[in-house]
């Protein structure tokens, strides 16, 4: 199996941990990285595992929906009424299961699979994703491995 990998570096977003006892509970950012591996049972006509030219789908889910964003999680009722509140066009609100880095890591490998799927045709598909908070911090996320 022939695998190659995309890095998409420093990717300013925001999370937090609601039930953190300590300073992850407070709303901070990071400059993320997000490193995809792909794999295919065949290599295209190119001899390519993917294109990486053809990756433009995935920029744009980030920078819309990731770039400069707040990653919070549904369960986390304080963030929900600041949403609701007059505050709320200080937020650009990505709602996800869980907003710790593994729960952002599953979140964006399940995103970024389904988008691979329907734009290659179910060619190509992800094996694992990395996500680091910063140098020394990252989830990986394999789930058939
Ligand atoms: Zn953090």
Redesign the pocket.
């Known amino acids: 199996m022939l695998t190659c990998s995309k890095v998409y570096k420093d990717i300013p977003f925001a999370?937090r941990?609601p039930l953190h006892k300590g300073h992850?509970s407070k709303i901070?950012g990071?400059n993320w990285s997000i490193i995809i591996e792909f794999e295919a049972k065949e290599l295209d006509a190119n001899g390519f595992v993917v294109d990486f030219g053809n990756l433009k789908y995935i920029k744009a889910f980030i920078d819309e929906h990731l770039d400069h964003a707040c990653l919070f999680s549904k369960e986390d009722s304080q963030v929900q009424d600041l949403s609701q509140s007059e505050f709320k066009d200080l937020f650009k609100i990505l709602w996800v299961d869980n907003a710790s880095?593994e729960g952002i890591a599953q979140f964006l490998f399940e995103t970024f699979s389904q988008l691979v799927k329907e734009k290659e045709a179910g060619r190509v598909s992800i094996r694992s994703l990395k996500l680091y908070?910063d140098e020394k911090n990252f989830v990986s996320y394999a789930p058939k491995s």
């Open positions: 999370h941990q992850c901070h990071h880095c908070e």
